[in-house]
Every structure is written in structure tokens, then in C-alpha cells.
């Protein structure tokens, strides 16, 4: 799916789920910073550092938020993979094009 999603948008990057915790959820549930970073049993900065995209989620924090909005990890990860996968298209796009594919022999 978030592959999916990012292909049909190649020149916009996908949401960093750090934004939507700063612009969406948090400000839904009225909860500050500190507030949302002891509920999730997290530092302060650490959330902090997320909600300022100078983070990704970690499989541990998906799991925290998963918990924390009732709607599980895979959500989080996936938003996080497909942030991930499209900046790293754009790092390395031009290289990842000279490379060849080479085709899987068939299973026996």
C-alpha cells in the first residue's frame, strides 16, 4: 500500500508521521509535548525530535503509538517506510537507474 502511495505521488514526498502527530493527533486529544511524551513513556526530546522530523519512527515508538491511538504499529511503520523509501529514491534515483535487474531463475 505505501508503495503504492508513493508512486502515484513521485514528486511530493509522503507525510513524515512525525507531522502527523504534531498536526493532527496531538492537537485532536489537547495533549502538550510533555503530556503525550510521559503517556507514551518517553522522553520529552524524543518525542520532540519526531514531531520536528529530525527523527523517524522506530519500530519501539510504533509500537508505543500504535498502543497510544489504538490504531497499532503497522500504521506507523508503513507512514515511516514510505517517508524513508521516497528520500532515499531521491538520494540515490539516478544510480538506482544504472543498476540492472537481474531476473530470479525460476523455483524447481
Do not use: Y
Not at 27 to 46: D, F, N, S
Not at 66 to 77: A, D
Not at 83 to 99: H, M, N, P, T, V
Amino acid at each position: 500500500m505505501t508503495q503504492e502511495l508513493a508512486a502515484r505521488r513521485p514528486i511530493r514526498a509522503p507525510t513524515h508521521p512525525g507531522a502527523i502527530l504534531r498536526e493532527d493527533v496531538l492537537p485532536a486529544l489537547k495533549l502538550t509535548i510533555t503530556e503525550a511524551a510521559k503517556r507514551l513513556r518517553v522522553t520529552r526530546q524524543q518525542l520532540h525530535r519526531i514531531l520536528a522530523e529530525e527523527s523517524g519512527i522506530s519500530p519501539e515508538m510504533a509500537l508505543r503509538l500504535g498502543k497510544f491511538c489504538g490504531n497499532g504499529p503497522h500504521l506507523w511503520m508503513g507512514m515511516q517506510e514510505a517517508f524513508d523509501l521516497w528520500q532515499a529514491r531521491r538520494k540515490i534515483g539516478r544510480e538506482l537507474e544504472r543498476i540492472e535487474t537481474e531476473p530470479m531463475p525460476p523455483a524447481e
